[in-house]
């Protein structure tokens, strides 16, 4: 029986990262089952597929990552939960380890980090 695909959702409010992140994950060998340009969306989404991995940025429309992570943590909490964000200030990532995020990808990436992280948050 052939193994199951991980899968991943992505939330992000920018298109070409979302296109990015499409690509780099299909290169790495995940299934992505959905994409949301808003929290609020990408919540809602998140509980209906139970992904196994949700690639979430933290500034988005309606709500915001921080405040969706929370969400999806309490709403599915075996979920791994990867931050994406611009933001390399202390504060946002203490605030998303605090809250549940198992890593943190900072804008502008390169395919080798996602991929160094995803296999470390995925084991």
């Known amino acids: 029986m ?3 695909l991980k899968t ?3 939330v992000d409010d920018n298109e070409v990262i979302r296109l ?3 690509t780099v994950l299909r290169n790495s060998g995940l299934e992505v089952i959905g994409e949301a340009a808003d929290g609020a969306k990408g919540v809602a989404m998140a509980v209906q597929l139970r992904p196994d991995l949700i690639c979430l940025d933290v ?3 309606k709500m915001s990552g ?7 943590r309490t709403d599915l909490p075996a979920a791994r939960i990867l931050m994406i964000t611009g933001q390399s200030d202390r504060e946002t990532i203490e605030t998303a380890i605090e809250k ?3 890593g943190i990808i900072l804008k502008p990436f390169r395919q080798s980090q996602i991929q160094d992280t995803i296999k470390r948050v995925l084991g």
């Open 59 to 61: 500034v988005m429309p």
């Open 20 to 22: 990015t992140l499409r």
């Open 66 to 72: 921080l405040e969706a992570l929370a969400v999806i």
């Open 100 to 102: 549940g995020a198992h």
């Open 8 to 10: 991943v959702v992505i």
């Open 2 to 4: 052939p193994q199951r």
